[in-house]
């Protein structure tokens, strides 16, 4: 059980159900800090809350990423590169 | 607080890992909406793509922080009705949450939603309409626009067929049932759609209703990575205009004075792509008939202050 899954404290039922969304990946987003506006577009619009803000900075947390590549397409530095998974 | 250090600080309430389509929209929406009522709510999820992905759980276990309901599809209003009751009893209070696609809301469920609009129930209800029972495969709903292909109005070799009649204005009809609040939201306008659902929250006596406009990936035939700005494209050529209401009286939240072309819209998306030119000029004159209307009523105020 991830960190994330710990925390989830759950009002009916035996725990949280979820499913590892993040073994669906084929492709992987990276932020590029150095282009990056801070302006929080990609955790807007992340469907799977993967971004997260640490210390005014944006980073991806992968664990249950589906790699939709919608944070890419939205950025609007255009400064998140998809790559492609390798064999897992 | 601005939405971006709302949604930024805020706990997600739904299940980190819920098996939504690859790039689904409504899975944004609902963690969106969530996370702005916060913990002290009930959800009530119909059938629909979003219990079938698992936030109403799955072998003994919950998909959702929150307690959360699998009502019948016809039935989920009512259901929250009777929480609402059964809080007031208890002297509690709690956000009393609907979250519903379009199947539930505009078909099946318009009964009991209309019941609740008329006796004021106190339930925030929110729709995501997809224009189809997307999880069953995507068979036409009263909300599907005219000329769509979907599984029930298959369209031939020759490009004939779609969807014949165009689908209803639901917005308008429940803010024709004069409740408190009555909004519409996009998937691609989180901070507009945050200030809704904060709205929604303020509303003590009544029904608040959000209807929200999800374009789906799978049953539309749309590319994963364009999931929100195809959202967006609905709103910038009129299809779909952002307002609220509050007891008839309107504001259109995201004017759109220069509308797109609605081909920049339709070319996007694969249920569409059998249309020629005249069957798109249909949908555009009904798009701009009801932006007229919408203007109409929003610069008169109307309604009760």
Known sequence: MSTLEKDYVCPVGEGIYAANTGDWRTQRPEIDQEKCSRCGTCLLYCPTNSVRRVEGRFVIDLGYCKGCAVCAAECPKQCIAMIREGRK | ?305
């Not at chain 2, 930024?8 to 899975?27: F, K, L, T, Y």
Request: charged share 20%.
């Open chain 2, 1 to 305: 607080m601005s939405a971006l250090d709302l949604l930024a600080e805020r706990e997600d309430m739904i299940s980190p890992g819920i098996s939504a389509c690859v790039g689904c929209n409504v899975e944004l929406t609902l963690r969106t909406v969530m996370k702005v009522l916060g913990p002290n709510s009930i959800l009530a999820i119909p059938p629909g793509c979003m219990g079938g992905v698992g936030v109403v759980g799955w072998n003994k276990q919950s998909g959702a922080k929150v307690p959360v309901f699998f009502p019948l599809l016809d039935n989920t209003a009512s259901m929250l009705a009777g929480i609402r009751l059964a809080l007031d009893a208890k002297g509690r209070d709690a956000h009393v949450v609907a979250f519903a696609g379009d199947g539930a809301t505009v078909d099946a469920g318009f009964q009991a939603l209309s019941g609740v609009a008329e006796r004021g129930d106190r339930i925030i209800y929110i729709c995501y309409d997809n224009e189809g029972y997307m999880n069953t495969g995507y068979q036409r709903s009263s909300s599907t626009s005219k000329g769509s292909w979907t599984s029930t109005t298959p369209v031939s070799k020759e490009g004939q067929g779609g969807k014949r009649q165009h689908g209803k204005d639901f917005p308008m009809i429940m803010a024709m049932h004069d409740v408190p609040y009555v909004a519409t939201a996009s998937p691609a306008y989180i901070p507009d759609l945050v200030r809704k659902v904060e709205e929604a929250m303020k509303v003590k006596e009544g029904l608040a209703y959000i209807h929200v406009y999800n374009p789906c990936l799978t049953g539309w035939g749309i590319r994963a990575e364009e999931s929100i700005s195809v959202a967006r494209l609905a709103v910038k050529t009129r299809f779909f205009p952002l307002y609220e209401a509050r007891n008839r009286k309107f504001k259109i939240t995201v004017p759109v004075p220069n509308p797109l072309p609605l081909e920049d819209y339709t070319s996007r998306i694969k249920k569409f792509s059998h249309l020629g030119p005249e069957r798109i000029a249909e949908l555009k004159d009904l798009a701009e008939e009801r932006y007229r209307f919408l203007e109409a009523v929003s610069a008169g105020g109307g309604g009760r202050a």
